[in-house]
C-alpha cells in the first residue's frame, strides 16, 4: 500500500479514482463536519459557492435545512451557523441537513469527489478515519485543503496524525516525502500542537478573530468515532 501527501486541493494533479482520498481541513471544515457526523446530522452537501448554497437550501425547501459556512474565517450574513465546531450541538444539528459552503475545505472535497472513497479527516477522529481507509485495501492519498490556495502547516499536521495512525495499522506502507515529511513534524510536535502551530498564519488569522476556543477544539486528538463519507454529493456518516 501506498499514501500520497498533497498540501493543497490545487496540488493533484493525477487521477484519483482509484485511490481512497482523506480530506483535510482541520481548521476548521472538515472538523466542523466531523463533529456535526458525530452529533447526529443527516447528512451534509457541500457546494463551492455562497449562492450555490442559498439555491440548495432553496430548493429543498425543509425548515429542517441549515445554511453553513465561512468566507475568510468569518460568518456568512443570514447563514444559519458560521464554520465553529463549537456551534454544532447535537440540539442544533441531529436529524438536520446542512448545506456548507467554506473558503476551502467544500472546494477541496470538491475537487476530489471522484476518488474511489472520499473520507473526512481531522485531528478529532485522526484513529477512526485511518482505520476506515485502511480497511478499503486501496492506496491512500491525503488531500489538504490549505489556506487560500497555499500550503498550511495545521493541515500538515493533521495529515501527520493520520499517516501515524495508518502506520500502527500497517507498517508496511510505502509514505511518498511529503508524507514523510508530514510525519516527521508530527511526531516532533505532537506533544504541544498548539505552541506548534503558533505564528502559522491561518492559526493567527483564527486567533485575531477571537476563534483560540475553536483551534483549542479542533486540536483535540482522537476524541471523536465518526468518519464522514462523501457519495453522490452527500456526505454522511
Known sequence: MAIELYATAGSV???LRNHVVIVVDALRAT????????????????????????????Q?????VLLCGERQALPIPEFHL????????????????????TTNGTRAILRAKDARSLYLGAFL????????????????????????GKFSLDDILCSGAIISRLLELDEN?????LARTALTLYDSYKGDLRASLAGCTHVER????????????????DVMDAVPRYVDGVIRA
Open 13 to 15: 494533479e493525477k487521477d
Open 31 to 58: 472538523s466542523v463536519m466531523v463533529t456535526a457526523t458525530q452529533n447526529g446530522v443527516r447528512f451534509i452537501i457541500p457546494v463551492s459557492e455562497v449562492e450555490e448554497a442559498v439555491d440548495m437550501a432553496r
Open 60 to 64: 429543498l425547501g425543509n425548515q429542517r
Open 82 to 101: 458560521s464554520n465553529s465546531p463549537l456551534e454544532y450541538t447535537p440540539e442544533m444539528v441531529a436529524g438536520r441537513v446542512m448545506v456548507m459552503t
Open 125 to 148: 477522529n485522526a484513529a477512526a478515519v485511518a482505520r476506515a481507509a485502511r480497511e478499503s485495501g486501496e492506496n491512500i492519498a491525503i488531500v489538504c485543503a490549505g489556506t487560500n
Open 173 to 177: 506502507q510505502y509514505l511518498d516525502d
Open 206 to 221: 483564527l486567533r485575531a478573530l477571537g476563534l483560540e476556543e475553536d483551534i483549542r477544539f479542533c486540536l483535540q486528538e
